[in-house]
């Protein structure tokens, strides 16, 4: 694994035959914390294996001791957690915690586990490992990329940047928002790797994609919207790496990863006999999927040849006549990770609030330092910057930066200026991360 190695691979086993579901009550705590401190280290060491072409244990290990499901269920749960427990901390008016850190890493659970699949779906073995749980992930996915496609006509994403009036738990909502964004692009990229293994999923995996959620019309709704993609003064500009950057006009008809990932999506949903005979072909769909034709351009050939084939396919469909909605009885499979956490938990929202706020959201002073120490144990900055070798960015106004606090060594700045605005916001997390250090 060369040099930055961040786990042994006997570690790695450890933690990954560790891995368990928690209950909504217990998030946050501190059995949960080390098992999201653990996730954290197999998804650094996930991405920094696949980087430099050594094998991927990570994935292996997944595979080998049955955690996929477990990945999935923890996903749904914290999803379920952030759409009803979380909404109820912000309203309450008495709680104002003077640091909002952790619930911070409660609320980016749901986007440390949907990376770290993202990284280890691209294996269809790990898709096949999923199981049953793979229905369940599918409306996952489903749920996420309709609330894109819903949230694209608003101007995308809200900006990083907050509003000088704002509280610790407005702002925390901010940040909420917009993770909730890349989450949703993450979404995007697992299902494209599950529609690569559609010649082995279940016939009720492929029902629920094709006829329930009818995933083609769908994607076709993003590629048209394309929320990645923004005018911003006149220029494009395009989401990557967790901020918008402006496109050159060169490379403007170059294709997005994002774009492509939808298109392969629509490949494989469209073309694989075993969809095929799935899908059915309706006067609406096939109004939605002509609508394709004019994105398939000589210079998005060139760049997918194989769409060569869709294109066929849809010059074909133009000339065939619609299929009424099939009537068929058909006995299938339901996904029963939300709904079994739901009725788990129906009517308890506030007492699981209440109980969080009261015994793992006011941590003490001391509990903060060792938190800290630990987080600072965690994300390594060397590993930190294997993974994400693109140029630091500023943390005030995302311009590049070449600054670092000299505190916490954690935050990038442009300028002196920006990092006394951005003061407020940042110095208690730098003071505990700077005590963490010293303690170790």
Known sequence: MGDLELLLPGEAEVLVRGLRSFPLREMGSEGWNQQHENLEKLNMQAILDATISQGEPIQELLVTHGKVPTLVEELIAVEMWKQKVFP???????FKPQNTFPIYMVVHHEASIINLLETVFFHKEVCESAEDTVLDLVDYCHRKLTLLVARSGCGGPPEGEGSQDSNPMQELQKQAELMEFEIALKALSVLRYITDCVDSLSLSTLSRMLSTHNLPCLLVELLEHSPWNRREGGKLQQFEGSRWHTVAPSEQQKLSKLDGQVWIALYNLLLSPEAQARYCLTSFAKGQLLKLRAFLTDTLLDQLPSLAHL???LAH????????PKKDLVLEQIPEIWERLERENRGKWQAIAKHQLQHVFSPSQQDLRLQAQRWAETYRLDVLEAV????????YC????????????NEWY?????????WEKHGKTCVLAAQGDRAK
């Open 88 to 94: 109820v901390l912000c309203r309450v008016e008495d």
């Open 311 to 313: 294109q066929s396919f």
């Open 317 to 324: 469909l133009a000339l065939t006549e619609t299929q009424p």
């Open 388 to 395: 994400a070798p693109e140029r630091p960015r500023c943390a």
């Open 398 to 409: 995302s311009a590049d930066a070449s600054k670092r606090c000299s505190r916490c060594q």
């Open 414 to 422: 442009c300028c002196r200026e920006c990092q006394v605005k951005h």
